[in-house]
């Protein structure tokens, strides 16, 4: 199998909005790779039709080499998925939760509590498997939810937003453990965020989305140069958006600014 995501002219409508419009893409095994773009770009979209929640409008893709529509269980089979939203249970222990993780999951029974105590080892939540999970912080959290789609071991992981919301430094623990994994498993990562920090960091690959449309895809230094010199992911992203960040549009100024001086230099 040569590719782990293979999507081609996938295409999502919701009445009049066309959240996903005829993406074509392809995430070779082993890859991290990022969609990036601001709220409603159509990046939570995308994964939900990839994880088999959502079905496409038109168009087709697989994952791990099946069939979205028609494999749909295989699919299911050989991905792991962190929401956007909360998915664990905060009147549990982290432990309860891995363990219905690795039921519904599959994970045979006999290899399931070896299963669960490495995988906190793994997150560093070692000393917390035994507390309730709503007595977590937010980062903690976050990397329980990644102990517990990766329990059952997914050749494929999607993690929508996985730092948002996070404290720097929670942002960056769960980055380190998510490369950590990545290099323990090979696994394949397709991840969403709009922290062009995190994709220039994380990812090997990124994609920009605008309104449904990929509008940019390499990798980070690719597309930082075709924005100008010393471009950062920030003008990049503003470049191919015409949206700023967290600065409203002062990246975009400063991206047309070089372009000028470029042109008149
Ligand atoms: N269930 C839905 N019903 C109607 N519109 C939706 C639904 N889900 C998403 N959309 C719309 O599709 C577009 C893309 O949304 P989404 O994929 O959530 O973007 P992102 O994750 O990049 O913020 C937005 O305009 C959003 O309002
Ligand atoms: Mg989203």
Same mark, same amino acid.
């Given at each position: 199998?040569?590719?782990?995501?293979?999507?081609?002219?996938?295409? $999502?409508?919701?009445?009049? %909005?066309?959240?996903?419009?005829?993406?074509?893409? =392809? +995430?070779?095994? *082993?890859?991290?790779?990022?969609?990036? *773009?601001?709220?409603?770009?159509?990046?939570?979209?995308?994964?939900?039709?990839?994880?088999?929640?959502?079905?496409?409008?038109? #168009?087709?893709?697989?994952?791990? #080499?099946?069939?979205? +529509?028609?494999?749909?269980?295989?699919?299911?089979?050989?991905?792991?998925?962190?929401?956007?939203?909360?998915?664990?249970?905060?009147?549990?222990?982290?432990?309860?939760?891995?363990?219905?993780?690795?039921?519904?999951?599959? %994970?045979?029974?006999?290899? $399931?509590?070896?299963?669960?105590?490495?995988?906190?080892?793994?997150?560093?939540? @070692?000393?917390?498997?035994?507390?309730?999970?709503?007595?977590?912080?937010?980062?903690?959290?976050?990397?329980?939810?990644?102990?517990?789609?990766?329990?059952?071991?997914?050749?494929?992981?999607?993690?929508? =937003?996985?730092?948002?919301?996070?404290?720097? +430094?929670?942002?960056?623990? %769960?980055? =380190?453990?998510?490369?950590?994994?990545?290099? $323990?498993?090979?696994?394949? %990562?397709?991840?969403?965020?709009?922290?062009?920090?995190?994709?220039?960091?994380?990812?090997?690959?990124?994609?920009?989305?605008?309104? *449904?449309?990929?509008?940019?895809?390499?990798?980070?230094?690719?597309?930082?140069?075709?924005?100008?010199?010393?471009?950062?992911?920030?003008?990049?992203?503003?470049?191919?958006? #015409?949206?700023?960040?967290?600065?409203?549009? @002062?990246?975009?100024?400063?991206? $047309?600014?070089?372009?000028?001086?470029?042109?008149? *230099?």
């Amino acid at each position: 199998m040569a590719h782990a995501i293979e999507c081609s002219a996938l295409t $999502r409508r919701f009445e009049t %909005v066309t959240a996903v419009d005829s993406l074509s893409l =392809e +995430v070779p095994s *082993g890859e991290m790779f990022g969609l990036l *773009g601001p709220n409603g770009a159509g990046k939570t979209t995308t994964i939900k039709m990839l994880i088999t929640l959502l079905e496409p409008t038109s #168009g087709h893709a697989t994952v791990a #080499g099946h069939d979205i +529509v028609r494999d749909a269980r295989a699919v299911r089979r050989s991905i792991g998925y962190v929401p956007q939203l909360l998915s664990s249970d905060g009147t549990l222990t982290a432990r309860e939760n891995l363990d219905i993780s690795g039921r519904l999951y599959h %994970v045979p029974r006999g290899e $399931r509590r070896d299963r669960i105590d490495e995988s906190l080892e793994f997150m560093g939540l @070692s000393d917390v498997g035994d507390r309730l999970v709503r007595t977590f912080s937010g980062g903690m959290i976050r990397r329980l939810e990644i102990a517990q789609a990766m329990l059952h071991r997914p050749a494929v992981l999607f993690l929508d =937003e996985p730092t948002v919301g996070l404290d720097p +430094v929670a942002r960056r623990a %769960v980055w =380190e453990h998510v490369r950590r994994l990545r290099e $323990r498993d090979a696994t394949t %990562v397709m991840l969403t965020t709009h922290y062009m920090e995190e994709a220039a960091e994380l990812c090997e690959r990124v994609g920009i989305m605008h309104l *449904g449309n990929l509008v940019a895809l390499g990798t980070p230094a690719d597309l930082e140069a075709q924005v100008g010199p010393g471009a950062t992911l920030d003008a990049v992203f503003t470049h191919f958006t #015409g949206t700023g960040l967290e600065d409203g549009g @002062s990246f975009r100024d400063v991206a $047309r600014t070089r372009r000028t001086a470029r042109r008149l *230099g």
